[in-house]
């Protein structure tokens, strides 16, 4: 295949390669995951905006030392081109009950199938801050306060 149609394709067998190394990860697999990102790759999350394959790492290696029990499941994903869309839920324990964080992650991908830009959108307050005492009843109520009223 060439052209479009050709890259999609191309696309379609890394973001394959990336979610099975994402859905089957443990602190033994990251170098697999290592090898789906290009050697310059950037990483942002609400938390983290990194530049290069070891800073993503650290953030999976801090991840298995902080979280409990956690994993990914992808739910969705679209390609077009070198570009791709992933919806997915992170499962974990945080302090004894499991919860679910739902998000996005939008990647590009260079010509050999490595990401290159790996964006997470996620709402860290709604999914995780609002869960927490004490903090999370004063977001929760300021959410209530500036949210639009409904009929």
């Not at 979280?67 to 739910?75: E, G, H, L």
């Not at 939008?106 to 927490?132: I, T």
């Amino acid at each position: 295949m060439t052209g479009r149609a050709g890259e999609t394709a191309r696309t379609e067998l890394a973001v394959a390669r990336l979610v099975a190394c994402y859905e089957g990860l443990t602190p033994a697999s990251l170098a697999d995951l290592g090898a789906c990102y290009a050697a310059d790759a950037q990483f942002r999350d609400p938390f983290n905006q990194v530049e290069g394959r070891s800073a993503i790492l650290r953030i999976f290696e801090h991840m298995f030392a902080t979280a409990d029990a956690p994993r990914f499941r992808v739910t969705w994903q679209m390609v077009q081109g070198r570009e791709a869309m992933l919806g997915w839920e992170f499962h974990l324990r945080l302090r004894g009950q499991p919860r679910v964080i739902e998000g996005v992650s939008h990647l590009r991908f260079d010509g050999v199938g490595q990401v290159v830009a790996h964006r997470d959108y996620w709402d860290a307050v709604g999914e995780l801050y609002e869960k927490l005492p004490v903090v999370g009843a004063g977001l929760a109520w300021l959410r209530r306060r500036l949210a639009a009223p409904q009929p």
